[in-house]
């Protein structure tokens, strides 16, 4: 959002926000969903979409339907030979499957079927907003479609997303139940972005009361359930964790958060910020061999990368 357009908004919400705070939630909650603009900001970001939209010209392209929207899949490696690992893949807030594509067509190379999701407002899918409860309907709406996943991967907010719909946080909403999960540069719980998007805006604090529980009705769930980190201690289910200590979207406490968790291994991907970091050959090879357990450390696939310092899976 520019600096004028920021502006704007602060003033719009200023003193309707006192008089009138459930239509300045209303409001709020709109603007708090919207998606952003598609096209790419900046030439790397353009090559690196226009490099994942070749990568996924080798997939199927399959429409699935969410209500009145519509979700676009992508498959690698979909001839229904047996024996496949299959894996989901999602992307986050802003992002869409080109952007990604190294990272699903990373693991497909070791023959795995692997589904890639732009998420309703992003990619070819239909829509301009996105909120949680849509993100996670998307996924359950991918299992559905395609079978059971052996393991789940996602980025940023589809990493939350994947795991809350493992947990079956929402309410009359089916859970996943991936053998494995992998979350990259995710959050582990949710009331930063509400308190940094009040902040931003400047709502009053009655109008961010009624934001939240705007947000809770539509979700049928608190922001308390949406700790990731209490979803992945309730199901038991291995977990990698990947994260840059540098990471400037997504702090770093989120990961620290799984410090002590048994089932999940926490691998600092240190450098690589938060957007390099999803298509790093380093991770895409570490995220590999967890997938596949084939006994290698994760450690092996970092030692060409000085810069990271991986955590010892906790006992």
Not at 45 to 64: C, D, F, S, V, Y
Not at 86 to 103: D, P
């Amino acid at each position: 959002m520019s600096s004028f357009a920021l502006k704007v908004t602060r003033f719009a919400f200023a003193v309707p926000g006192w008089l009138f705070p459930d239509t300045a939630a209303k409001l709020a909650f709109r603007l708090f969903c919207l998606t952003p603009s598609r096209r790419p900001r900046g030439g790397k970001a353009l090559a690196m979409e226009n490099e994942g939209r070749e990568r996924l010209a080798a997939t199927q392209k399959i429409p699935l339907t969410l209500g009145k929207s519509t979700v676009m899949a992508y498959r690698f490696n979909g001839d229904g030979k047996p024996g496949r690992p299959r894996y989901l893949v999602v992307h986050g807030w802003g992002s869409n499957a080109a952007y990604i594509a190294a990272l699903p067509a990373g693991l497909a190379e070791n023959g795995a079927e692997v589904v890639v999701l732009d998420f309703p407002g992003h990619g070819l899918s239909s829509g301009r907003s996105l909120n949680m409860r849509q993100a996670v309907e998307a996924i359950v709406a991918a299992e559905k479609r395609f079978g059971h996943f052996d393991a789940a991967v996602g980025h940023s907010f589809g990493g939350a997303s994947m795991m809350l719909a493992a947990g079956g946080v929402m309410k009359d909403v089916a859970m996943i139940s991936p053998s494995k999960l992998v979350v990259i540069g995710a959050p582990s719980h949710i009331h930063w972005l509400f308190d940094d998007f009040s902040r931003m805006v400047g709502l009053p604090p009655r109008v961010k009361a009624q934001l939240i529980r705007r947000a809770e009705n539509v979700a049928g769930a608190s922001l308390d359930d949406f700790d990731t980190v209490a979803s992945a201690a309730r199901l038991g289910t291995p977990l990698l964790v990947v994260h840059a200590e540098e990471d400037k979207e997504v702090a770093a406490d989120h990961a620290r958060r799984f410090e002590g968790l048994a089932t999940a291994r926490l691998e600092w991907a240190n450098g690589l910020g938060h957007r390099r970091i999803v298509s790093d050959r380093g991770v895409i090879e570490t995220i590999a061999a967890f997938l596949t357990g084939d006994g290698r450390p994760l450690r092996e696939t970092w030692s060409n990368r000085g810069a990271i310092r991986p955590q010892p899976f906790k006992n």
